[in-house]
């Protein structure tokens, strides 16, 4: 007879971290879905959420897709004999197609290519990437006008359907 394992329960939500910023500050145009080169330290600080995609970016430098900006925070367990920088510059993997597509808009239309999301596939660490476009201030304002009036109709149905 063979013994049982038990399975470890799915988490519901595979995100370690978002740029909610990026979606305020830009138009998001395209999506990619990029691996990280992360050294083990860093997966480490991943597991436990030490992540942070503030002022996290793109850049295309001979034929390499290189993400700027990004903050994954040392343990201080998992990192007492490494010299760690928790802001360096993480390689990006991508097909040369993608990699074409997203220096030929960064070049031409005065786009962005900004990192939205890292989240866990299986074992691996991804990054989704997104060319952008800046919005306009007026843009930005139009945008929380909605977000409150949603907010604001999503109140008036809860008082309805309670009454």
């Not at 928790?86 to 597509?101: G, I």
């Not at 866990?120 to 139009?142: E, F």
Request: hydrophobic share 35%; charged share 30%.
């Amino acid at each position: 007879m063979r013994a049982m394992t038990k399975k470890k329960p799915k988490n519901s939500s595979n995100v370690i971290a978002r740029n909610k910023r990026a979606s305020f500050d830009y138009q998001l145009l395209e999506t990619f879905e990029a691996g990280v080169v992360l050294s083990g330290w860093e997966v480490k600080s991943l597991r436990m959420g030490k992540a942070d995609l503030g002022d996290s970016y793109v850049l295309i430098k001979d034929g390499e897709a290189w993400l700027l900006g990004t903050q994954i925070v040392p343990l201080e367990t998992a990192s007492t004999h490494f010299v760690t920088d928790p802001t360096r510059t993480r390689k990006l993997l991508l097909h040369k197609k993608e990699l074409a597509k997203i220096l030929a808009a960064t070049a031409q239309k005065g786009q962005t290519c900004v990192c939205t999301q890292l989240y866990w596939k299986g074992h691996l660490v991804k990054a989704r990437i997104a060319l952008a476009q800046g919005k306009k201030s007026h843009d930005k304002r139009d945008a929380e006008k909605d977000r409150d009036w949603s907010r604001q109709k999503q109140r008036i149905v809860r008082e309805n359907v309670k009454q």
